[in-house]
């Protein structure tokens, strides 16, 4: 792909193969458990109500890949993208949306409160703002 002629070429335009191969799988992984997140929303498995990120999986990816070592994240109700992105574990994060032990927060927090500090997620919470005073 080349950039059209209006546009101006960085020298760090290309952000090379291996990081677009790795904002490509993480997408993909999202865009998964998500949309298994739904099946199991409508087989009324999921405790109270869920807010995906459906068709927003880039976001979650490109802010994930910018993070460096050490970084926190703090999200909105709408957490699970950015929870997977950060590299919790699919099981794990659909483990805590049904309110299972195996989940990231052993199935206590729910939908709209993911925390997995091992991987910078200080959480995601329900009432937008409310992490600020945290954060």
Known sequence: MKPSKQSKAGANDDIGEAVR???YRTQVVIREAEQRAFDLFLQNL???TSHLSLGQEAVAAGFAVAMQPGDLSFCTYRGHAHTLARGAPV??????????DNGL???KGGSMHLTSVP???MG???IIGAH???A
């Open 124 to 126: 995601s919470y329900a």
């Open 91 to 100: 099981e794990q994060v659909l483990g805590e949306l049904m309110g299972r």
């Open 105 to 107: 927060m052993r199935g």
């Open 119 to 121: 991987h910078g997620v």
């Open 46 to 48: 999921v405790k109270g």
């Open 21 to 23: 191969l790795l904002l």
């Open 132 to 134: 600020l005073p945290i």
